[in-house]
């Protein structure tokens, strides 16, 4: 069974970059360009800060970016805040109106 | 400011029916596809159910076809998930998102509402 896998925790100091990855085990996933990443705070909505692999939407920091390579995507959050303490999600289409999800990422701004 | 709201959650047991509601507001509802993504401690983030503008394409994972539909009106800016005979593996925060199953794009959501199914 296709799976995108996240490892389940990252951390940096305030000011230091982390890099966040999220794998394809099997399938189309990741071959297509439809890479999103997720921001969610304990009790709130979850935050689209990545589409398209690296696409930012209005509002995000520039700090936030995102890339792929082969089956593995990476989100990549540099002069971490305080504030960038948070879980974060992959997700990719993987064709035939299929829609994954990676199991997050706690960030701990130590 | 797009805002969405669930509501209908609850305790129900195995085998009984719910449905959610996702009242939407801050854009023009009916030209956006609409969709439902669950989140439980134990799977995360599952994509459950999508509907275009329209109303007139539905997809459905798997684990939920022939049990859940969506469904919307336009005229209430407002989504549904009506549910049907009710696993404990359904068990999980419901949440409302604006975006389309095609291309994995889900560009505001709501806070959710929980579905506990158990006896």
């Known amino acids: 069974q296709s799976a995108l896998t996240q490892p389940p925790s990252a951390s940096g100091s305030p000011g230091q970059s982390v890099t966040i990855s999220c794998t394809a085990t099997?399938?189309?996933?990741?071959?297509?360009?439809?890479v999103s990443w997720y921001q969610q705070h304990p009790g709130k909505a979850p935050k689209l800060m990545i589409s398209e692999v690296n696409k930012r939407p209005s509002g995000v920091p520039d700090r936030f970016s995102g890339s792929k390579s082969g089956n593995t995507a990476s989100l990549t959050v540099s002069g971490l805040q305080a504030e960038d303490e948070a879980d974060y999600f992959c997700?990719?289409?993987?064709?035939?109106?299929?829609?994954?999800f990676g199991g997050g990422t706690k960030l701990t701004v130590l | 400011e797009v805002q969405l709201l669930e509501s209908g959650g609850g305790l129900i047991q195995p085998g009984g029916s719910l449905r959610l509601s996702c009242a939407a507001s801050?854009?023009?509802?009916?030209?956006?596809?609409m969709s439902w993504v669950r989140q439980s401690p134990g799977k995360g983030l599952e994509w459950v159910s999508s509907?275009?503008?329209?109303?007139?394409?539905?997809f459905y994972t798997d684990s939920v076809k022939g049990r859940f539909t969506i469904f919307r009106d336009n005229s209430k800016t407002t989504l549904y998930l009506q549910m049907n005979s009710l696993k404990a593996e359904d068990t999980a925060v419901y949440h409302c998102a604006k975006g389309w199953v095609y291309g994995a794009l889900f560009d505001y959501w709501g806070q959710g509402t929980l579905i506990t199914v158990s006896s």
């Open positions: 801050g854009f023009t509802f009916g030209s956006y596809a």
């Open positions: 997700s990719s289409y993987g064709g035939v109106y299929n829609v994954l």
């Open positions: 099997s399938g189309d996933f990741l071959v297509y360009n439809y």
């Open positions: 509907i275009s503008g329209s109303g007139d394409q539905r």
